[in-house]
């Protein structure tokens, strides 16, 4: 029904660190809570639905519950791992484990896959044996999980502007709505007639969904896990603004990376003119002015060089 930890859906926020805020808001803490309830409830319907699945023979109940425990997962993670996430960095862990919450993601939605994988194969072997459903068990659970959602819709309504990821999980859980609406249809329809297919494609509906909303979230956890630049920045153009800044000749060993999903780190070597004439740490202030003005970048890490300290790959000094 909803996912979306703060953290695993921050994933596609742009704005650095909108949540930040959050913290010093008199009313997070009821917003906690809040939070709490909705997973316990979440929780309490996932389990349901499950069960009602089996007893009933509706795959389509199945899958829904299958969504809905990753969804549960992503928000006891992610208000567990906001916890540890947050935890002072060491000497060994200078990034603190701030990291955990792209790892968290990444399994999460991998476990999406999975689930999917598991009802697709299960729906071709209901294909081939086509089973009875016992619509009596279905409808009543899948009203339940209907209500379930409406009621989630409401209680995290008040919250959804206050940052990114609220608002995120507030969308997803509106479009959860919808496979509910679906499920609930299964059970209306076959209370009439014995199409038992039905269920098969909104079960499968239901995966494409899933699985859908899982890729995203996969390849912005790899491209973080493999210091990628961020989706929303350009390398290139970071490499043209630091050439901008006065006295800066050449720019080479440009890494940009971010160790979650709001936090970007740079580190690059700069070429300045040789001579007293420079001043390197007003170079050094220009850049970084620049980076965070451009970019949003602030953790930065530039190497200031007069002459040939290192080489390129080809051999040729990197500074002319
Ligand atoms: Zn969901
Ligand atoms: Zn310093
Ligand atoms: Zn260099």
């Known amino acids: 029904m909803i996912i979306g930890t703060a953290k695993s859906k921050g994933l596609h926020g742009k704005e650095p660190n909108l949540s930040h805020g959050e913290h010093h808001h008199p ?21 349901t639905e499950y069960v009602a699945g089996l007893l009933s023979g509706s795959l389509a109940l199945v899958s829904d519950a299958g969504h809905n425990f990753s969804d549960v997962l992503a928000l006891i993670l992610g208000y567990a791992g906001e916890k540890v996430v947050e935890r002072q960095p060491t000497a060994r862990y200078s990034f603190g484990l701030r990291r955990a919450e792209v790892l968290i ?34 409808l009543p659970v899948a009203l339940v999980g209907l209500f379930g959602n409406l009621f989630s819709v409401l209680i995290l309504r008040r919250d959804r502007n206050r940052n990114l990821n609220l608002r995120a999980a507030f969308l997803h859980l509106a479009f959860d709505t919808l496979s509910s609406i679906a499920v609930v249809g299964v059970g209306v329809v076959l209370l009439f007639q014995p199409w038992v297919w039905l269920d ?69 070597h700069v070429c300045v003119s040789n001579g007293d004439a420079t001043d390197t740490d007003q170079v050094i202030v220009a850049i970084n002015k620049a980076l965070e003005e451009s970019f949003g970048i602030r953790h930065t890490t530039v190497q200031v060089e007069t002459a040939n300290l290192c080489r390129h790959r080809n051999g040729a000094g990197c500074c002319p």
């Open 27 to 47: 009313h997070a803490r009821t917003a906690g809570r809040r939070l709490l309830w909705v997973i316990l409830f979440n929780a309490i319907i996932t389990l």
């Open 105 to 138: 993601a990444l399994v999460n939605a991998l476990s999406l896959v999975a689930i999917g994988a598991y009802v697709v194969i299960e729906a071709v072997d209901r294909f081939r044996n086509p089973a009875e459903i016992d619509a009596g068990i279905l």
């Open 200 to 268: 098969l494609v909104v079960s499968l509906l239901i995966v494409v969904m899933m699985v859908w909303g899982s890729i995203g979230v996969i390849n912005e956890s790899l491209r973080v896990i493999l210091q990628a630049a961020p989706s929303g920045l350009d390398p290139e153009k970071v490499h043209e603004a630091i050439l901008a800044v006065p006295n800066v000749r050449e720019a080479h060993g440009l890494h940009v990376w971010s160790v979650n999903s709001n936090e970007v780190f740079l580190s690059c």
